[in-house]
Protein backbone atom coordinates (compact mmCIF):
# COMPACT_ATOMS: atom_id res chain seq x y z
CA UNK A 1 0.00 0.00 0.00
CA UNK A 2 1.16 3.69 -0.92
CA UNK A 3 1.70 5.85 2.10
CA UNK A 4 -0.84 8.53 0.89
CA UNK A 5 -3.48 10.42 2.52
CA UNK A 6 -6.15 11.99 0.17
CA UNK A 7 -8.45 14.85 0.53
CA UNK A 8 -11.71 14.09 2.02
CA UNK A 9 -14.48 14.62 -0.86
CA UNK A 10 -15.91 18.50 -0.40
CA UNK A 11 -18.49 18.84 -2.85
CA UNK A 12 -20.71 15.95 -5.15
CA UNK A 13 -22.74 16.85 -8.24
CA UNK A 14 -24.79 13.61 -8.76
CA UNK A 15 -26.07 13.15 -12.20
CA UNK A 16 -29.89 11.17 -11.88
CA UNK A 17 -30.70 10.16 -15.43
CA UNK A 18 -32.99 7.31 -14.83
CA UNK A 19 -36.85 7.94 -14.20
CA UNK A 20 -37.39 4.50 -12.39
CA UNK A 21 -37.76 3.67 -8.91
CA UNK A 22 -34.77 2.06 -8.66
CA UNK A 23 -33.14 4.44 -11.08
CA UNK A 24 -33.70 7.18 -9.41
CA UNK A 25 -33.17 6.25 -4.95
CA UNK A 26 -29.63 5.70 -5.45
CA UNK A 27 -28.99 9.17 -6.26
CA UNK A 28 -30.67 10.92 -3.62
CA UNK A 29 -29.50 8.43 -0.66
CA UNK A 30 -26.63 9.41 -2.10
CA UNK A 31 -26.86 13.14 -2.31
CA UNK A 32 -28.73 12.92 1.48
CA UNK A 33 -25.69 11.11 2.77
CA UNK A 34 -23.65 13.20 1.46
CA UNK A 35 -25.38 16.39 3.51
CA UNK A 36 -25.50 13.95 6.27
CA UNK A 37 -21.34 14.10 6.32
CA UNK A 38 -21.34 17.98 5.76
CA UNK A 39 -20.35 17.20 2.06
CA UNK A 40 -21.69 19.94 -0.29
CA UNK A 41 -24.10 18.15 -2.72
CA UNK A 42 -26.02 19.46 -5.82
CA UNK A 43 -28.42 16.83 -7.92
CA UNK A 44 -28.84 17.61 -11.40
CA UNK A 45 -32.09 15.62 -13.25
CA UNK A 46 -31.84 14.76 -16.41
CA UNK A 47 -33.80 12.86 -19.29
CA UNK A 48 -36.05 10.60 -17.37
CA UNK A 49 -34.61 11.29 -14.60
CA UNK A 50 -36.24 14.37 -14.65
CA UNK A 51 -39.65 13.08 -13.69
CA UNK A 52 -38.35 13.15 -9.94
CA UNK A 53 -38.79 16.81 -9.62
CA UNK A 54 -42.37 17.25 -12.11
CA UNK A 55 -45.31 17.37 -10.17
CA UNK A 56 -47.30 15.59 -11.73
CA UNK A 57 -44.45 12.67 -11.90
CA UNK A 58 -42.94 12.38 -8.97
CA UNK A 59 -45.07 10.33 -6.83
CA UNK A 60 -46.20 7.92 -9.43
CA UNK A 61 -42.00 6.58 -10.13
CA UNK A 62 -42.39 2.62 -10.51
CA UNK A 63 -39.91 0.12 -10.60
CA UNK A 64 -39.22 -1.24 -13.73
CA UNK A 65 -39.86 -4.93 -14.47
CA UNK A 66 -38.67 -5.49 -17.65
CA UNK A 67 -35.06 -5.16 -18.61
CA UNK A 68 -33.94 -4.88 -14.89
CA UNK A 69 -31.69 -8.21 -14.57
CA UNK A 70 -31.34 -7.37 -10.85
CA UNK A 71 -35.21 -8.22 -10.36
CA UNK A 72 -34.22 -11.59 -11.51
CA UNK A 73 -37.59 -12.05 -12.99
CA UNK A 74 -38.14 -13.66 -16.75
CA UNK A 75 -39.04 -10.52 -19.23
CA UNK A 76 -42.42 -12.23 -20.07
CA UNK A 77 -43.44 -12.35 -16.01
CA UNK A 78 -42.37 -8.48 -15.75
CA UNK A 79 -44.27 -7.25 -18.58
CA UNK A 80 -47.78 -8.66 -16.86
CA UNK A 81 -49.99 -5.89 -16.46
CA UNK A 82 -49.73 -5.16 -12.37
CA UNK A 83 -46.36 -6.51 -12.02
CA UNK A 84 -44.66 -3.50 -12.10
CA UNK A 85 -46.86 -1.55 -9.38
CA UNK A 86 -46.62 -4.92 -7.84
CA UNK A 87 -42.76 -4.90 -7.04
CA UNK A 88 -43.59 -1.23 -6.37
CA UNK A 89 -45.99 -1.86 -3.48
CA UNK A 90 -43.12 -4.33 -2.14
CA UNK A 91 -39.79 -2.02 -2.69
CA UNK A 92 -41.63 0.89 -0.83
CA UNK A 93 -42.59 -1.17 2.20
CA UNK A 94 -38.93 -2.10 2.23
CA UNK A 95 -37.72 1.44 2.34
CA UNK A 96 -40.37 3.01 4.30
CA UNK A 97 -39.24 -0.07 7.00
CA UNK A 98 -35.67 2.00 6.46
CA UNK A 99 -37.54 5.24 6.96
CA UNK A 100 -36.58 6.32 3.06
CA UNK A 101 -39.51 8.91 2.70
CA UNK A 102 -41.34 9.25 -0.92
CA UNK A 103 -40.09 10.99 -4.03
CA UNK A 104 -41.95 14.23 -2.95
CA UNK A 105 -40.91 14.45 0.73
CA UNK A 106 -37.15 13.19 0.20
CA UNK A 107 -36.48 16.51 -2.67
CA UNK A 108 -37.68 18.47 0.43
CA UNK A 109 -35.68 16.85 2.91
CA UNK A 110 -32.56 17.27 0.41
CA UNK A 111 -33.85 21.57 0.04
CA UNK A 112 -33.36 21.69 4.09
CA UNK A 113 -30.30 20.13 3.74
CA UNK A 114 -29.20 22.45 1.64
CA UNK A 115 -28.02 20.41 -1.28
CA UNK A 116 -29.30 22.16 -4.18
CA UNK A 117 -31.97 20.65 -7.10
CA UNK A 118 -31.01 21.52 -10.71
CA UNK A 119 -33.51 20.68 -13.70
CA UNK A 120 -31.98 20.07 -17.38
CA UNK A 121 -32.99 22.68 -20.07
CA UNK A 122 -32.46 20.36 -22.78
CA UNK A 123 -34.72 17.46 -21.23
CA UNK A 124 -37.03 20.13 -19.92
CA UNK A 125 -37.21 21.24 -23.95
CA UNK A 126 -37.16 17.69 -25.53
CA UNK A 127 -40.16 16.37 -22.99
CA UNK A 128 -42.23 19.99 -23.33
CA UNK A 129 -41.95 20.91 -19.68
CA UNK A 130 -41.84 24.24 -18.38
CA UNK A 131 -40.99 26.06 -15.48
CA UNK A 132 -44.44 25.47 -13.85
CA UNK A 133 -44.43 22.12 -14.14
CA UNK A 134 -41.39 21.65 -11.78
CA UNK A 135 -41.46 21.16 -7.70
CA UNK A 136 -40.89 24.63 -6.02
CA UNK A 137 -37.38 23.22 -4.74
CA UNK A 138 -35.80 23.15 -7.80
CA UNK A 139 -33.37 25.75 -7.79
CA UNK A 140 -32.92 26.79 -11.47
CA UNK A 141 -32.96 24.98 -14.82
CA UNK A 142 -29.33 24.86 -16.50
CA UNK A 143 -27.90 24.44 -19.60
CA UNK A 144 -24.87 21.80 -19.91
CA UNK A 145 -22.10 24.28 -19.53
CA UNK A 146 -23.99 25.77 -16.56
CA UNK A 147 -24.21 22.64 -14.74
CA UNK A 148 -20.41 21.77 -15.28
CA UNK A 149 -19.45 25.44 -14.23
CA UNK A 150 -21.86 24.64 -10.73
CA UNK A 151 -19.51 21.50 -10.53
CA UNK A 152 -16.71 23.38 -9.89
CA UNK A 153 -14.74 21.39 -7.40
CA UNK A 154 -17.34 18.51 -7.14
CA UNK A 155 -16.94 14.80 -7.82
CA UNK A 156 -19.58 14.28 -10.52
CA UNK A 157 -21.86 11.30 -10.09
CA UNK A 158 -23.27 9.60 -12.85
CA UNK A 159 -26.53 7.70 -11.78
CA UNK B 1 -11.28 2.37 22.60
CA UNK B 2 -9.41 4.31 25.39
CA UNK B 3 -10.51 6.73 28.40
CA UNK B 4 -10.57 10.54 28.64
CA UNK B 5 -11.88 12.98 31.23
CA UNK B 6 -14.35 14.98 29.89
CA UNK B 7 -15.85 17.52 32.68
CA UNK B 8 -13.53 15.97 35.11
CA UNK B 9 -15.14 12.55 34.56
CA UNK B 10 -13.56 9.52 33.33
CA UNK B 11 -15.23 8.19 30.66
CA UNK B 12 -14.29 5.56 27.85
CA UNK B 13 -14.66 6.47 23.87
CA UNK B 14 -13.73 4.95 20.87
CA UNK B 15 -11.11 6.51 18.24
CA UNK B 16 -13.59 9.33 16.90
CA UNK B 17 -14.63 10.16 20.06
CA UNK B 18 -18.09 9.02 20.71
CA UNK B 19 -19.06 7.65 23.91
CA UNK B 20 -18.48 4.00 24.31
CA UNK B 21 -21.27 3.22 27.48
CA UNK B 22 -23.81 5.57 27.08
CA UNK B 23 -24.41 5.68 31.31
CA UNK B 24 -21.28 7.31 31.76
CA UNK B 25 -22.69 10.62 30.07
CA UNK B 26 -24.09 13.59 32.05
CA UNK B 27 -25.63 16.66 30.50
CA UNK B 28 -21.84 17.98 31.61
CA UNK B 29 -20.26 15.78 29.10
CA UNK B 30 -22.75 16.75 26.68
CA UNK B 31 -21.73 20.76 26.53
CA UNK B 32 -18.27 19.72 26.89
CA UNK B 33 -18.16 17.89 24.00
CA UNK B 34 -20.36 20.30 22.15
CA UNK B 35 -17.75 22.59 22.62
CA UNK B 36 -15.08 20.45 20.95
CA UNK B 37 -17.60 20.96 18.22
CA UNK B 38 -17.84 24.63 18.39
CA UNK B 39 -21.48 23.95 19.21
CA UNK B 40 -23.23 26.14 22.03
CA UNK B 41 -25.62 24.07 23.62
CA UNK B 42 -29.30 25.81 22.62
CA UNK B 43 -32.93 24.85 24.08
CA UNK B 44 -32.82 23.73 20.86
CA UNK B 45 -29.72 21.81 21.11
CA UNK B 46 -31.56 20.03 24.46
CA UNK B 47 -34.74 18.83 22.23
CA UNK B 48 -32.83 17.10 19.69
CA UNK B 49 -30.36 15.24 22.82
CA UNK B 50 -32.69 14.44 24.89
CA UNK B 51 -35.03 13.01 21.59
CA UNK B 52 -32.10 11.43 20.72
CA UNK B 53 -31.15 9.67 24.65
CA UNK B 54 -35.54 9.06 24.84
CA UNK B 55 -35.32 6.48 21.73
CA UNK B 56 -32.11 5.18 21.96
CA UNK B 57 -33.01 4.31 25.97
CA UNK B 58 -36.62 3.02 24.28
CA UNK B 59 -35.46 1.34 20.88
CA UNK B 60 -31.41 0.77 21.47
CA UNK B 61 -31.04 2.68 18.09
CA UNK B 62 -30.30 5.98 16.92
CA UNK B 63 -33.60 7.13 14.80
CA UNK B 64 -32.92 7.99 11.24
CA UNK B 65 -32.25 12.07 10.79
CA UNK B 66 -35.91 12.00 8.89
CA UNK B 67 -37.62 10.87 11.94
CA UNK B 68 -35.67 13.56 14.39
CA UNK B 69 -36.74 16.57 11.94
CA UNK B 70 -40.43 15.01 12.07
CA UNK B 71 -40.71 14.53 16.51
CA UNK B 72 -37.69 16.20 18.09
CA UNK B 73 -39.30 19.64 17.74
CA UNK B 74 -36.57 20.60 15.62
CA UNK B 75 -37.10 20.74 11.73
CA UNK B 76 -34.77 19.33 9.14
CA UNK B 77 -33.71 23.10 8.12
CA UNK B 78 -32.80 23.62 12.12
CA UNK B 79 -31.46 20.76 12.56
CA UNK B 80 -28.90 21.34 9.77
CA UNK B 81 -28.09 24.90 11.68
CA UNK B 82 -27.96 23.13 14.81
CA UNK B 83 -25.57 20.35 14.02
CA UNK B 84 -23.83 21.89 11.12
CA UNK B 85 -21.87 19.52 8.79
CA UNK B 86 -23.49 16.03 10.35
CA UNK B 87 -26.69 16.90 12.49
CA UNK B 88 -27.08 13.01 13.38
CA UNK B 89 -23.33 12.60 14.10
CA UNK B 90 -22.90 15.61 15.83
CA UNK B 91 -26.03 15.30 17.95
CA UNK B 92 -25.18 11.68 18.98
CA UNK B 93 -21.57 12.42 19.67
CA UNK B 94 -22.99 15.04 22.27
CA UNK B 95 -25.86 12.80 23.19
CA UNK B 96 -23.37 10.13 24.28
CA UNK B 97 -24.38 7.90 21.95
CA UNK B 98 -22.91 5.49 19.46
CA UNK B 99 -22.00 6.12 15.74
CA UNK B 100 -25.10 6.30 13.93
CA UNK B 101 -25.12 3.22 11.68
CA UNK B 102 -27.68 4.67 9.26
CA UNK B 103 -27.73 5.62 5.37
CA UNK B 104 -30.83 8.08 5.77
Redesign the interface.
Known sequence: MADTTYEPIKKVSIIISKGSLDGIYPGL?MA??A????IEAMVFFTFFGLEAIIKKKMNGIKVATVGNPGMHMPTILGAIPGMSAFATTMMKKEMDK????PVDEFI??LD???AEIYACKAAMDMFHYTEADLTGEVKEILTIGDFYEKSAGAQIIFT | MSEKTINGQTVDVDAEGYLVDHTQWTEGIAGEIAGELDIALTDDHWKVINFLRKEYGDNGNIP????I?KQSGV???GL?TLF??????KAARIAGLPKPK???
Do not use: Q
Open positions: INGRMEGLDIPEMASG | TLRKGDMKYPDGPVKSCV
